[in-house]
């Protein structure tokens, strides 16, 4: 079965930097592109961008793109978000989803809190 | 960027109601919306893609609809693990957005 599973919940200081991983099982694993929402507490969500795990193309969300990076290494089948610059208002639950434009399947999420 | 306004916010009903969802869009989307459920601690469950159509595994009871602007999640009869907040989606174009969502209750 499909399965998104994202690494453990992360304590950053304001300025410093977190990357989460999402590791994919259960399909074929460049078919898919890979996006990122993220969720601060009590709000909606919030799309932060996509990978194409075929050929490491990318699609950023304008009020992010100057401090995130989604990378893909094939081998291992895991995507990763790296947050750079990070502050308080970047504390939120951060999944992973597949797909680029419908997200079927949704990792368990990862909390990263910000905090000095 | 296509802004998405749910309504009501809040959707008090008892189960066996019919629950309608509203979800507008700032311009029109064709039919690239998709509607997901979110239960409290859980990530989001896709429900509707592209409109309507159901994605694998999801109940009859739930059903969409609309084109352009204007879109409705339906719910038939409502079950007790219905009850949860609702979120719709637009993919026409960049970036993707998500509407602020609609709270569904138990009355």
């Known amino acids: 079965q499909v399965q998104l599973v994202q690494s453990g919940a992360e304590v950053k200081k304001p300025g410093a930097s977190v990357k989460v991983s999402c590791k994919a099982s259960?399909?074929?694993?460049?078919?898919?592109?890979i996006s990122w929402v993220r969720q601060a507490p009590g709000q909606g969500l919030e799309w932060m961008g996509w990978i194409s795990v075929y050929d490491g193309n990318t699609h950023y969300a304008q009020r992010l793109q100057d401090r995130v990076t989604m990378t893909t290494d094939t081998s291992t089948r895991t995507t990763y978000m790296e947050l750079r610059s990070l502050r308080f208002d970047d504390t939120a639950v951060y999944y992973c989803?597949?797909?680029?434009?419908?997200?079927?399947?949704w990792g368990q999420g990862t909390l990263v809190t910000v905090s000095s | 960027e296509v802004v998405l306004t749910q309504s009501p916010a809040t959707l008090s009903l008892s189960p066996g109601e019919r629950a309608t969802l509203s979800c507008r869009a700032s311009q029109s989307i064709s039919n690239y919306l998709a509607w997901y459920q979110q239960k409290l601690g859980q990530a989001p469950r896709l429900l509707i893609y592209?409109?309507?159509n159901r994605a694998t595994g999801i109940p009859a009871r739930f059903s969409g609809s609309g084109s352009g602007t204007d879109f409705t999640l339906t719910i038939s009869s409502l079950e007790p693990e219905d009850f949860a907040v609702y979120y719709c989606q637009q993919r026409n174009n960049w970036p993707i957005t998500f509407g602020q969502g609609t709270r569904l209750e138990i009355k």
């Open positions: 989803a597949r797909g680029g434009w419908r997200f079927d399947y």
């Open positions: 259960g399909y074929t694993f460049s078919s898919f592109g």
């Open positions: 592209d409109a309507s």
